[in-house]
C-alpha cells in the first residue's frame, strides 16, 4: 500500500506516508477484514448473507448486541461468530442501526479509517 500511495501521489521515498494513505480512505488489512465482516453481520441481520454464516450468529434481542462464545483463546476468538460479535458490537449505534447496505458502508469505513490512523499524528 505504501509504495502504490507513493506512486499514485507522486512522492518521495522520504515523504511521511500516513497522509498520503489516509487521503483516499484506504484500510489497513485488519480494518479492511473488520469492514468485511461488519458488512457480512449486517446482512446475515437483514436475512440476504448465505445460511451458514447467518445461522452461526446469536443475537440478544433486548440490547440488540451479538453474543459470540468460545472456548478456546488461541482458535475460538478468530472463529467467524466471536470475531462477528466483537466488531459490531464495538461499532456506534449510529452505524448499526443505518437503514440500508448502501447507507452502512460509507459512514462504516469513514469510522474504520478514524481508527486506524487516530493513533498516528501528522508531523
Known amino acids: 500500500m505504501n509504495a502504490a500511495a507513493r506512486l499514485i501521489f507522486s512522492a518521495s521515498r522520504f515523504d511521511h506516508i500516513t497522509p498520503l494513505l489516509r487521503q483516499p480512505h484506504w484500510l489497513k488489512a485488519s480494518q479492511r477484514i473488520a469492514f468485511k465482516c461488519a458488512v457480512l453481520v449486517y446482512k446475515c441481520l437483514h436475512g440476504s448473507a448465505p445460511w451458514y454464516p447467518a445461522g452461526q ?7 440488540s448486541s451479538i453474543v459470540g462464545r468460545t472456548r478456546l483463546s488461541t482458535v475460538g476468538d478468530r472463529a467467524f461468530p466471536v470475531a462477528a460479535a466483537r466488531i459490531s458490537n464495538s461499532l456506534p449505534q449510529h452505524i448499526t442501526s443505518a437503514a440500508s447496505l448502501l447507507v452502512i458502508r460509507s ?3 469513514t469510522h474504520l479509517v478514524t481508527i486506524s490512523y487516530a493513533m498516528i499524528h501528522d508531523p
Open 107 to 109: 459512514p462504516l469505513k
Open 57 to 63: 450468529l446469536h443475537v440478544k434481542w433486548r440490547t
